[in-house]
């Protein structure tokens, strides 16, 4: 099955910073998704893209979908503690919608 | 409120008993997912319903597991004879139609069998 490998597994930065991870993936995705995890709490969208060598913000965050379709990176811009929770990548396999979700990047803000 | 909701949002249970995981999916949305979540891991899919069906139930790990949707809303997910390894937090999540990505997901119920 497809499998998504998201780097690096954890990030430890200061208030301020910027942060860029990326996930990479076996077989070509047509849809990348980005999602934050708080503790307790769902995931919730932050980005989508849909086409090879797209590049979209929201707010401080930019995401961009690879060229070969297979992997996308993800910056966050000056950080601040409120980002500090776990992201996900995730692309929906062919010929239906179910997610494949990537391993997570844990990103913790040090005082 | 508009979101995904789920309850209960904490079960602790016994080996071998059975338990049911309550799903109410944003109002018009059509489809519904089960995932599982385990500790320090992405989630995994096991279900999704288009409608009332089940579209696609690839994702449940063997026969204990079973999830309905009988009206087209709230959906039921039944774990019978539970396993320690059943632990973990099942999140739910819907979207408007089958056809779109964009999943919108519950705060997940967290399942520990003791």
């Known amino acids: 099955g497809q499998q998504l490998n998201q780097s690096p597994q954890s990030m430890f930065i200061q208030e301020g910073e910027d942060v860029s991870m990326n996930c990479t993936s076996s077989?070509?995705?047509?849809?990348w998704l980005w999602y934050k995890q708080d503790p307790g709490e769902g995931p919730v969208l932050l980005i989508a893209l849909y086409k090879a060598g797209e590049l979209t913000s929201n707010g401080r965050l930019t995401a961009q979908f690879g060229i070969t379709r297979k992997d996308s990176f993800l910056n966050i811009s000056a950080s601040i503690p409120s980002d500090v929770g776990i992201y996900f990548c995730?692309?929906?396999?062919?010929?239906?919608?179910?997610?494949?979700f990537g391993t997570g990047t844990r990103l913790t803000i040090i005082p | 409120g508009a979101g995904v909701s789920q309850t209960p949002s904490n079960k602790v249970t016994e080996k071998g008993k059975y338990v049911e995981l309550r799903c109410d999916p944003i109002s018009g949305h059509t489809a519904l997912y089960w995932y599982r979540q385990s500790l320090g891991q992405g989630p995994e899919f096991l279900i999704y319903f288009q409608g009332t069906g089940a579209a696609d139930d690839s994702g449940l790990p063997n026969d204990r597991f079973f999830a309905v949707r009988p009206e087209g809303s709230v959906s039921t997910l039944k774990i019978q004879r539970t396993e320690r390894g059943d632990s973990a937090v099942y999140l739910c999540?819907?979207?408007?139609?089958?056809?779109?990505?964009?999943?919108?997901f519950g705060p997940g119920t967290r399942l520990l069998v003791l």
């Open positions: 995730a692309g929906p396999n062919f010929g239906n919608e179910k997610l494949t």
């Open positions: 999540a819907s979207s408007l139609t089958w056809d779109q990505e964009t999943q919108y």
């Open positions: 077989s070509i995705f047509n849809t």
